[in-house]
């Protein structure tokens, strides 16, 4: 054997180890899925398991919970299956127990989790990802010591959904491609069914990856992303103080 040979990468265990991690949500979505009755607790359960998955996976500064999405106007989002959102800077309101109100500045991502990617579905996520990009966000500038940095702009809010598996017989194919919002508010970022594979569009068009690896995939593709944000908009407390201060309490 050369020396080169010899001196090559060795990733099976790396790959073998990461399509562990997929192979075990598979597990406990199945069975969720299968030993509870109620819907809605399911719904909830799977929830949880995927939040464990990003919260897991993504860096400290970001925090990622079930909540609502608020604005300084008043306005508030759907609820929303998993809101990825800065936990350094920014504060959550109004919190009821595992229920978050995250000022609309402090989100990045929101996803919607749900048993499977059908037509339905993704236009239902679709819909939730809209209620949050509507709403109105602040930005002001940061002082420094040399003067004072300039109010940054506020980002595209990421939104995707994530699944067990896709209903069509041909996966993450022409079908899926088909009913995928793919523009405005509406629009659907990145996911991942862990049966069929995940997609995003971060290079600029759809691209969708096989089911080997698929979770791990999608996570650091959305991590990469995150990245490449940087850090969200210096919110104005001052327009959130108004609402105390308004003449119509």
């Not at 819907?39 to 400290?60: C, M, Q």
Request: net charge neutral.
């Amino acid at each position: 054997m050369t020396e080169r040979a010899q001196e090559a990468p060795d990733t099976a265990w790396l790959r073998s180890a990461f399509m562990g991690v997929q192979e075990e949500l598979v597990l406990k979505l199945k069975l969720a899925s299968s030993s509870i009755g109620h819907a809605p607790t399911i719904g909830s359960v799977n929830e949880d398991h995927w939040i464990t998955v990003f919260r897991t996976y993504l860096p400290k500064r970001y925090e990622v919970a079930t909540g609502f999405v608020i604005d300084s106007r008043g306005a508030r989002s759907d609820q929303i299956d998993l809101v990825i959102y800065d936990k350094h800077f920014t504060p959550t309101l109004l919190d009821q127990q595992s229920h978050r109100y995250i000022p609309a500045e402090a989100v990045y991502a929101v996803f919607e989790a749900k048993p499977h990617f059908d037509k339905d579905y993704l236009k239902y996520a679709g819909e939730k990802a809209a209620s949050v990009r509507k709403l109105h966000r602040t930005s002001v500038s940061i002082a420094h010591a040399g003067g004072k940095y300039a109010p940054k702009k506020p980002f595209p809010i990421l939104a995707g959904i994530v699944a067990a598996r896709a209903s069509w017989a041909d996966g993450l194919g022409k079908s899926f491609s088909g009913n995928l919002p793919t523009s405005g508010n509406n629009e659907l970022n990145c996911g991942c069914a862990l049966d069929h594979g995940a997609f995003d569009d971060f290079d600029g068009n759809v691209n969708v990856t096989p089911r080997d690896g698929a979770l791990i995939y999608f996570l650091f593709r959305l991590l990469g992303r995150l990245q490449s944000i940087g850090s969200v908009p210096a919110i104005d407390w001052s327009a959130y103080a108004g609402i105390i201060d308004s003449d119509t309490l």
